[in-house]
């Protein structure tokens, strides 16, 4: 690099040197230059990178309103242009550590920079944090501030010049990387197969992934008088897909008239899904979303109304993302249309 | 039962007037494989083409990939070009670094890329004949796959048979049991059982794997002789996702089996292979993954190692089974990709259970491959290439043939950073 690197460094009013516990109220303040540990890294970035400014904040004043604080002091690192923030060391300093994770995650979203904090394995906010900044494994106290800051501007100093940090010298993220084994698959299971048999320690390629749980909103109060809108994630859309929603890995959804005189299986639909034989579907596409059902609950007064348009995409291979973002982005179309009580009538493949 | 395989090696194939094997280049003639093509059902073979590995050329859509070959005691492809047998099946000719590749605008089937040049399939290191293959409007899919897919075998076979005349490169011994009977071993030496659970998927139109030329769509879990998918007995015409799908060639290499088979009698005792399907609903998961625990429990496997076909509602399959039998105490390996984004970030799987300890990974499918420009393009327009097929271009994995094949064929994997 042909000029030094800019660090933006946080730290919390006691290693910002304004005060004790007695200060952990203290406001968010900026201050040019290296502060306390900053000379310390300052020193062992050699030249390579500057700390340019520090911003100081109270432990309380964080934990009182992490997002919003977190938002301010992006904002003030913003006017310093810099490179990379570096956050702490916080050690196992629980409030600290939270309020390190905080700014890096922040800091990192609004400005695209790299961030970094030092935090010991047992500080809660690794797990918190560590899938949205780079968190540096230290000891459990600044006896350790030496080893921490060295192993902190090593990391820095490499995501500044754009490479990926060597294993193990940050806290995993969680994010599936790809790898090219000396080994095939089948051989890799005969071995793990093997090292099972006879007890040995064995590790997964693959640790579990966890789901997050999604609590299903409550009961429509009265069906009789609820507006039904039908959705689906089986490929239905007009005739010849004029929208081109992808048949897989679809990456948008179509919003469509339910015309009051006009049926699914009059010729002006058609399904268009990777993952299942389309022709029974497109054969009768009600049975894909089942509006002449529907419309006989309306007649019968069992539903109030179906809703004026159905929403549709192909869900074959979309990514969880995308999925999210249709779900998010359907149900506000929705709430635009809609204002009384309304329940989504989804049909899936 | 013992069986041979000769694996021979080209060091090149070229079309031309007449076919013939001198043991290095493989010619092949236009006529005589015009021969063997199907008149008048409304498809027409619009070119074939010989392509070298690390090619800058793109195939696509690929429907299948299978294995030059020859049994000299029956059919290649049995239940297909010949009698559905296998048990006579005792040397094999196998063109070892080629195949061929069928390609055709078929409608229905995912479209799927093979890009020579590229280190994401482990299929661009084998010299390929591809046959383009045109479907004419109207034409009943089904019918026009089964015909296609005829053809395809029909080629292979005929090659294969030209392998005799020369000595192979080298060979391999598959002797089945290698273990002594269970009789001759005082108990305290006795070694693990170990099997496999050999999910394929049928599930419909286009969507199917073939067991002896039978499609699977409707088998239930049954043991199979280790040696039979190594004589040919497993054939795909499963149209998903490319990265999902197992081709014909694969099933022909039978990783999984080679690896359990590889220590027979030393570490394991290889004890049973379960054929089993991979169905569409719940209720038939569940009920297959109870029988195939039953069954294992049956033959007293102590492990076995599962493979997936396909994503997405297949993980339940391997899940459903996993579970079951590790609750029998019987120990469970996992070969399963994952869909974890393009960033590495989403939940990998669609489905898990706490008894899935022992996973091994075949990649991420979501990943984005960045394919170079290519200097060739042998196929019919692609939806997922829409302007230039040319282009260097940025796509997921799923849609790169064999590029995370959960028999367990390739490298690629992930780990966790």
Redesign the interface.
């Known amino acids: 690099m042909s000029h030094p690197l800019r660090i933006v460094h946080y730290l919390n009013q006691f290693f910002g040197q304004i005060g004790g516990e007695d200060k952990a109220d203290a406001p968010p303040v900026v201050t040019q230059g290296p502060v306390g540990p900053g000379l310390a890294f300052k020193a062992a970035l050699a030249g390579q990178a500057e700390i340019v400014a520090t911003i100081i904040c109270g432990d309380n004043t964080m934990s009182d309103a992490p997002e919003k604080q977190a938002a301010r002091i992006a904002d003030m690192a913003a006017a310093f242009k810099p490179d990379l923030l570096i956050a702490g060391p916080a050690f196992g300093a629980g409030r600290y550590g939270m309020a390190c994770g905080q700014v890096s995650a922040a800091v990192s979203s609004a400005l695209g920079i790299p961030t970094l904090a030092g935090l010991h394995e047992s500080n809660p906010a690794v797990d918190i944090f560590r899938s949205r900044a780079i968190l540096v494994p230290t000891g459990p106290t600044a006896a350790s501030m030496r080893a921490a800051v060295a192993d902190i501007s090593q990391v820095a100093l490499e995501l500044g010049r754009g490479q990926a940090p060597a294993a193990g010298t940050y806290f995993t993220q969680g994010i599936r990387m790809p790898v090219f084994h000396e080994q095939c698959a089948a051989n890799r299971a005969a071995d793990m197969l093997l090292a099972r048999l006879r007890k040995s320690p064995t590790e997964t390629e693959l640790p579990l992934p966890s789901f997050e749980h999604v609590p299903p909103a409550p009961p429509l109060d009265n069906l009789s008088s609820s507006v039904i809108v039908m959705v689906t994630e089986g490929g239905l859309t007009p005739k010849g897909n004029p929208d081109r929603i992808e048949a897989s890995m679809a990456t948008k959804f179509g919003i469509y008239p339910v015309d009051k005189h006009s049926d699914l299986a009059d010729g002006s639909y058609q399904a268009s899904h990777g993952g299942y034989d389309n022709a029974c579907v497109n054969a009768d596409l009600n049975r894909l979303l089942p509006l002449d059902a529907l419309r006989k609950l309306e007649r019968d007064g069992v539903i109030g109304a179906i809703a004026p348009v159905f929403y549709t995409t192909a869900g074959n291979a979309t990514t969880m993302n995308n999925a999210q973002q249709f779900g998010r982005s359907i149900a506000q179309d929705i709430r635009k249309r809609i204002h009384g009580q309304a329940g989504v009538f989804l049909t899936a493949t | 039962m013992r069986l041979t395989l000769h694996n021979h090696k080209a060091a090149a194939l070229a079309l031309g007037d007449s076919t013939r094997w001198d043991g290095k280049t493989l010619l092949i003639g236009e006529r005589d494989l015009a021969a063997f093509f199907p008149e008048g059902l409304g498809l027409h073979l619009d070119e074939l083409r010989t392509i070298a590995p690390g090619s800058q050329t793109r195939i696509g859509p690929v429907l299948d990939v299978a294995q030059i070959r020859h049994s000299e005691q029956g059919p290649a492809y049995p239940g297909l070009t010949g009698p559905a047998e296998t048990q006579h099946c005792r040397t094999v000719h196998i063109l070892d670094n080629a195949a061929v590749c069928l390609v055709s605008n078929l409608p229905?089937v995912?479209e799927g890329i093979l890009d020579m040049a590229s280190?994401w399939s482990p299929l661009a290191a084998l010299h390929m004949l591809v046959c383009k293959i045109r479907v004419a409007p109207g034409t009943n899919p089904d019918e026009a796959d089964a015909h296609m897919r005829l053809f395809l075998y029909r080629v292979c076979e005929f090659l294969g048979s030209l392998l005799t005349n020369f000595p192979a490169k080298a060979s391999e011994e598959f002797v089945y049991p290698a273990h002594k009977p269970s009789g001759d071993i005082p108990p305290g030496d006795m070694l693990?059982r170990?099997g496999a659970v050999y999910f394929i998927q049928s599930q419909?139109?286009?969507?199917r794997t073939y067991y002896l030329g039978e499609a699977a769509d409707a088998l239930q879990p049954m043991p199979i002789h280790p040696l039979s998918p190594l004589c040919g007995s497993i054939t795909s015409g499963n149209y998903?996702?490319p990265s999902n799908k197992t081709c014909t060639l694969i099933h022909q290499r039978a990783?999984?089996i080679?690896?359990?088979l590889?220590?027979d009698g030393k570490?394991?005792n290889v004890s049973g292979v379960l054929l089993a399907n991979e169905a569409s609903t719940r209720d038939e998961k569940s009920r297959t993954a109870q029988i195939l625990a039953d069954m294992a429990k049956d033959l007293r496997l102590?492990?076995?190692?599962i493979n997936q076909e396909g994503?997405?509602n297949a993980d339940m399959d391997v899940m459903l089974t996993c579970a079951a039998m590790e609750k029998q105490g019987i120990?469970c390996?996992l070969?399963?990709n994952?869909?974890?984004?393009?960033?590495?970030?989403?939940?990998?799987?669609t489905e898990?259970t706490?008894e899935?300890?022992?996973?091994?990974?075949?990649?991420?499918?979501?990943?984005l491959a960045s394919l170079p420009a290519a200097d060739a393009f042998i196929g019919y327009p692609m939806?997922i290439l829409p302007e230039n097929t040319l282009k260097a271009v940025d796509m997921?994995l799923?849609r790169l043939l064999a590029s995370a094949?959960?028999?367990?064929?390739?490298?690629?994997?992930?780990?966790?950073?």
Request: charged share 20%; proline share 8%.
């Open positions: 229905g995912q280190r693990p170990v419909g139109r286009l969507r998903v996702m990783p999984v080679r690896a359990l590889a220590r570490d394991w102590d492990g076995v190692i994503g997405g120990a390996v070969i399963v994952e869909t974890a984004g393009p960033d590495g970030r989403t939940p990998s799987l898990t706490p899935a300890v022992s996973i091994v990974s075949a990649g991420n499918n979501e990943m939806s997921p799923t094949n959960q028999l367990g064929f390739g490298r690629y994997s992930c780990v966790t950073r």
